[in-house]
């Protein structure tokens, strides 16, 4: 049972083009979602989370919006730059547990080409 | 600060060893965790401590054991290795294990291969 569900399995974009990456879960306790972004031999990185008492938050280039009646997330990377390559793994949590026992989903290859 | 860091990189045993995975974070963190990644499955949480001498199973527990003597080490065995555990393992720490809105520090992971 995939609780979180990131259904495509790679994605490329130009580079100064925008990536959308989608997420869907099914867990109706998940309250904190996160997104971490992970370079081959190397642990994942925390990029940018939300709460679920909000619908959308940036960080610069990256901005997540969540659509709670849909149990979807999608991170938005503007402009994109060949260093954002990497696989990207949506995440999310209990509010009692936020950012602890997370629930990953599958992660989506990124690639922007110059 | 070094960070969360793991030990070995990369590990091969046969089916029936036993090892031992090392963890250490440096930041004075409370909570740990260890998970593994598959291809196609993404991160599975095997077990977590939210304190020295707290430790609790996760989503895929069976076949690993963990401790936590100190606050800052937080190892990973596995008594009888099967083909199954082949994985990459990965380690993280945060400040607390729940009321925040925080984010896991992960380490470099360890790639074993049971053959």
């Known amino acids: 049972d995939q609780q979180v569900k990131q259904n495509s399995p790679s994605l490329s974009v130009q580079e100064g083009r925008i990536s959308i990456l989608n997420c869907d879960y099914t867990?109706?306790?998940?309250?904190?979602f996160l997104w971490y972004k992970k370079y081959p031999a190397e642990g994942p990185t925390f990029l940018i989370s939300i709460s679920s008492i909000k619908d959308k938050n940036e960080d610069g280039r990256f901005t997540v919006f969540l659509n709670k009646s849909a149990k979807h997330l999608s991170l938005h990377i503007v402009p994109s730059q060949p260093g954002d390559s990497a696989v990207y793994f949506c995440?999310?949590?209990?509010?009692?547990?936020?950012?602890?026992?997370?629930?990953f989903g599958e992660g989506t290859q990124l690639t922007v080409n110059p | 600060n070094a960070g969360v860091t793991q030990t070995p990189k990369f590990q091969v045993l046969k089916t029936g060893q036993s090892m031992t995975l090392q963890c250490a974070q440096d930041?004075?963190?409370?909570?740990m965790s260890w998970y593994r990644q598959d291809p196609g499955m993404g991160l599975r949480l095997i077990h977590y401590s939210v304190g020295a001498g707290i430790t609790d199973q996760g989503e895929v527990p069976n076949g690993y054991n963990v401790s936590r003597s100190t606050t800052e080490d937080f190892p990973l065995r596995l008594l009888s290795a099967a083909p199954s555990q082949t994985s990459v393992y990965f380690c993280?720490?945060?400040?607390?294990?729940?009321?925040?809105?925080?984010?896991?520090?992960f380490g470099p992971g360890t790639r074993l291969l049971v053959l």
């Open positions: 930041m004075n963190h409370e909570y």
């Open positions: 995440a999310a949590s209990p509010f009692e547990t936020s950012g602890s026992r997370l629930t």
């Open positions: 867990n109706s306790m998940f309250d904190y």
């Open positions: 993280a720490s945060s400040y607390s294990g729940s009321g925040f809105q925080e984010t896991q520090y």
